[in-house]
């Protein structure tokens, strides 16, 4: 496919088949990665004789480089193009990891934590924004599968990681293995990613005068309200993920093995839901879906907090998943999207700083619920999240509008047409 048929809009349906196949790979390799981060910690934890403080600071580093690179990744995008930040963050990202394997002092396990936090961070970046500019070429809607490829990257990078825990594989056998696969596989696989001339138009915003400076930078006031969104939707996630078993356990009174199912059951839930979000977002508006999910995902929440027994708390861990699967990846979209407009102007810079947004929820969320519940008790605290998921609902129709008629008509046959993006 030529450059001049993607400026113009047109495009071969098996190149735009092959960069959807290209990107969610990519998001497939980068669950693994950090889930693979997540489930070593314990042993990175005793090779090091880390404390818990020290430990800490490592992932501190890890977030701040992430979000630092995402501030970066708009202006290297518009250099290269959205592929070329897939492609290489994607082969890197193993590498770093195994750095982190192989570093001895501290000093160079913090180094590989930052080179693998900010590889992180561009990663994040590149890929959504790809696949924003994958959906544009496509005509239909493709974010919920990738992010439900995130998913099941990352439970197969949990699985693996376990065993290897489980046979006292090292760190750096272990990463090494993981760089030996993954880095190969992502570097053929960014070869069907769509050139830089697919996102072109989006990527001219970082330089082009004639574009408004707040649209050049991205934080538009619509980005802005749709990274609060994104930011909300992900508290309560990262609060299902780190406190789900701490709540089974010591609050309902589950054995450790059970208190692990509702991390489980919302994971199935939630990726089974991502499985199935692109055919539903095809027939239904982003706005209702969003609603609906938020509001389904409360529902779970207050089953939880008001379940007497283990097994109805855990049903409504797994209704949160279901809640929880469409809601972010079509806020992902409706950023890029929104970005955009109707000339492609500023997509990678509105998907840059949504991430920015929506992974500094997820950082601070955590550690603040952990806090809060020192207070008022873990129950109460997981009860204070249902009000966010109401407001998700509640200003989703809003910030997920559809677009005027004007803007409708002059974007003929792009993604606004399709179900998912015409409230995008």
């Given amino acids: ?120 961070g561009l990663l994040d ?109 992900l508290t309560c996630e990262g609060a299902v993920i780190t406190w789900s078993g701490v709540y089974l356990h010591e609050s309902r009174g589950a054995s450790l093995g059970a208190a692990a199912l509702g991390f489980i059951a919302f994971t199935a839930c939630q990726t089974a839901g991502r499985l199935a979000g692109d055919r539903l977002a095809e027939r239904h508006p982003a706005r209702v879906l969003v609603r609906a999910g938020a509001g389904t995902a409360a529902v779970g929440l207050v089953a939880v907090v008001v379940a007497p027994w283990p097994i109805l708390a855990i049903i409504g861990f797994a209704l949160m998943g279901v809640g929880l699967a469409t809601p972010l990846p079509l806020i992902y979209s409706a950023a890029g999207h929104a970005g955009a407009g109707k000339d492609g102007a500023g997509a990678v810079a509105a998907v840059a700083r949504f991430t920015t947004m929506t992974y500094a929820g997820i950082l601070l969320a955590p550690p603040l619920i952990g806090r809060v519940a020192q207070v008022l008790g873990l129950t109460w605290t997981l009860a204070l999240l249902v009000p966010l998921l109401v407001t998700v609902a509640w200003a989703a129709p809003a910030a997920m509008r559809t677009p005027s008629r004007s803007v409708a008509a002059s974007s003929a046959g792009r993604p606004g047409e399709s179900g998912a993006t015409t409230a995008v």
């Fill in 1 to 120: 496919m030529s450059d001049a048929h993607l400026i113009n809009g047109t495009r071969d349906d098996g190149r735009v088949a092959g960069a959807r196949r290209a990107v969610i790979a990519a998001f497939a390799v980068n669950g693994a990665v950090i889930a693979t981060i997540s489930v070593r910690t314990p042993s990175l934890k005793l090779d090091h004789g880390l404390a818990e403080g020290s430990l800490g600071l490592l992932s501190a580093l890890f977030g701040v480089a992430a979000l630092a690179a995402m501030q970066l990744a708009g202006r290297l995008a518009a250099r290269t193009g959205s592929a070329w930040l897939v492609r290489a963050a994607s082969a890197a990202l193993p590498l770093a990891l195994l750095g982190v394997g192989l570093a001895h002092e501290t000093g160079w396990l913090a180094a590989a934590m930052l080179a693998a936090g900010a590889l992180n």
């Fill in 125 to 233: 970046v590149g890929m959504n924004a790809h696949a924003v500019t994958v959906e544009r070429m496509a005509h239909r809607p493709i974010m919920s599968g990738c992010h439900a490829a995130w998913s099941i990257g990352a439970v197969a990078g949990s699985l693996a990681g376990g065993a290897a825990a489980q046979v006292g594989m090292s760190l750096a056998g272990h990463f090494a293995a993981l760089a030996a696969l993954v880095t190969p596989t992502a570097l053929v696989a960014s070869r069907w990613l769509l050139p830089a001339a697919a996102d072109r138009g989006s990527l001219r915003s970082a330089d082009d005068r004639s574009v408004p400076r707040e649209r050049r930078a991205g934080w538009t006031r619509r980005v802005v309200l749709l990274g609060g969104l994104g930011a909300a939707v």
